[in-house]
């Protein structure tokens, strides 16, 4: 069973940066894509990034340029840099598997607030 695990969320001021982390156990593919969702309060989730087994990247509108989606498959690891925050990025990140845990799958998210 894949547990997913995230992390490096916080408070940022407009314009900052973050880093957060996704820790999968369990049984990983390296050729799996790989995703981060999130989720703002009253809104639907959306998909912010992914990532193919071989790297091939994808991102959403709204973060194209600003975010940078990775992963390390030694280490079972995603990773999401966020440059230049806006309050409007304010929501829960998820990070997800979705060919093995559906498109609301993931783990239980970490917070990410822009505010000054």
């Known amino acids: 069973q894949v547990q997913l695990v995230e992390s490096g969320g916080g408070l940022v001021q407009p314009g900052g940066s973050l880093r957060l982390s996704c820790a999968a156990s369990g049984r990983i593919l390296s050729s799996i894509s790989m995703a981060w969702y999130r989720q703002a309060p009253g809104k639907e989730r959306e998909l912010v990034a992914s990532i193919t087994g071989v790297g091939t990247t994808r991102y959403a509108d709204s973060v194209k340029g600003r975010f940078t989606i990775s992963r390390d498959n030694a280490k079972n690891t995603v990773y999401l840099q966020m440059n230049s925050l806006k309050p409007e990025d304010t929501a829960v990140y998820y990070c997800?598997?979705?060919?093995?845990?559906?498109?609301?799958?993931g783990g239980r998210g970490t917070q990410v607030t822009v505010s000054s």
């Open positions: 997800n598997i979705p060919a093995l845990l559906g498109p609301s799958g």
